[in-house]
């Protein structure tokens, strides 16, 4: 299993002509992993742009239930859909040894516990009301507070932003999920580097 943690920012099928912009912004302010999102399949070339400003800056990247993407831009990792099978994953652990297999579990504590010998993460589900996924039962606090036995890190996800995050931090997460408050901030930098000074004083 890989060791992973930190500010998790997932691009969340924004088609902003100013994304690389926002995406280098908040690389500059601290985010450690990008989730290039893309359910269109069709901005290879995007991806591969993602990717050269992630390895200029250090950082990883990791690309939404797509494997064949995850191929053609040489991404770190990828991030499970929570229907994804799990004799599938394995399938695919044997293929990619070294890359980073995540899945969201949707608070699910059996969910969890089912998946994580075969994922170097999970995420929860939605922590608080987010802007992006507006429809969504808040549910995470259940399980944050009951991770007994779930030996893999944890991300917290979900309406996450500089004044809510302290009550994530007081549970034994390995970071935060961030989409709108990063993605759609007037100022993406610092939007990162706010929720990355919370983080570091956490250990993360």
Same mark, same amino acid.
């Given at each position: 299993?890989?060791?992973?943690?930190g500010l998790y920012l997932v691009t969340y099928n924004y088609n902003k002509p100013n994304? &690389?912009? +926002? %995406?280098?912004?908040?690389?500059?302010g601290g985010v450690d992993i990008v989730e290039y999102m893309d359910t269109s399949g069709k901005n290879i070339d995007y991806g591969k742009k993602i990717r050269k400003l992630c390895d200029d800056y $250090?950082?990883? &990247?990791?690309?939404?239930?797509? %494997?064949?993407?995850?191929?053609?831009?040489?991404?770190?990792? +990828?991030?499970?859909? =929570?229907?994804t099978? +799990? @004799? /599938?994953?394995? @399938?695919y652990r044997s293929k990619y040894k070294n /890359?980073?297999? *995540?899945? =969201?579990?949707?608070?699910?504590?059996?969910?969890? &516990?089912k998946y994580q010998d075969y994922v170097d993460y999970i995420?929860? $589900?939605l922590c608080f009301k987010s802007?992006?996924? /507006?429809?969504?039962?808040?549910?995470?606090?259940?399980?944050? /507070?009951?991770?007994? *036995?779930?030996?893999?890190p944890v991300f917290a996800v979900g309406g996450i932003n500089?004044?809510? %995050?302290?009550? %994530?931090?007081r549970y034994p997460v390995s970071g935060v999920v961030v989409v709108s408050y990063i993605m759609n901030s007037s100022n993406p930098k610092m939007a990162a580097k706010k929720l990355k000074e919370k983080l570091k004083l956490a250990g993360l």
């Amino acid at each position: 299993m890989k060791s992973i943690s930190g500010l998790y920012l997932v691009t969340y099928n924004y088609n902003k002509p100013n994304l &690389l912009n +926002i %995406i280098e912004d908040s690389l500059n302010g601290g985010v450690d992993i990008v989730e290039y999102m893309d359910t269109s399949g069709k901005n290879i070339d995007y991806g591969k742009k993602i990717r050269k400003l992630c390895d200029d800056y $250090g950082k990883k &990247l990791t690309v939404f239930n797509d %494997i064949s993407l995850m191929d053609n831009i040489n991404a770190d990792g +990828i991030h499970f859909a =929570s229907n994804t099978e +799990i @004799e /599938k994953i394995r @399938e695919y652990r044997s293929k990619y040894k070294n /890359k980073i297999f *995540g899945i =969201s579990v949707h608070c699910s504590r059996e969910m969890a &516990l089912k998946y994580q010998d075969y994922v170097d993460y999970i995420s929860t $589900g939605l922590c608080f009301k987010s802007e992006s996924n /507006k429809n969504a039962e808040i549910c995470c606090l259940d399980l944050l /507070k009951n991770m007994d *036995g779930i030996h893999v890190p944890v991300f917290a996800v979900g309406g996450i932003n500089d004044k809510n %995050i302290d009550e %994530i931090l007081r549970y034994p997460v390995s970071g935060v999920v961030v989409v709108s408050y990063i993605m759609n901030s007037s100022n993406p930098k610092m939007a990162a580097k706010k929720l990355k000074e919370k983080l570091k004083l956490a250990g993360l």
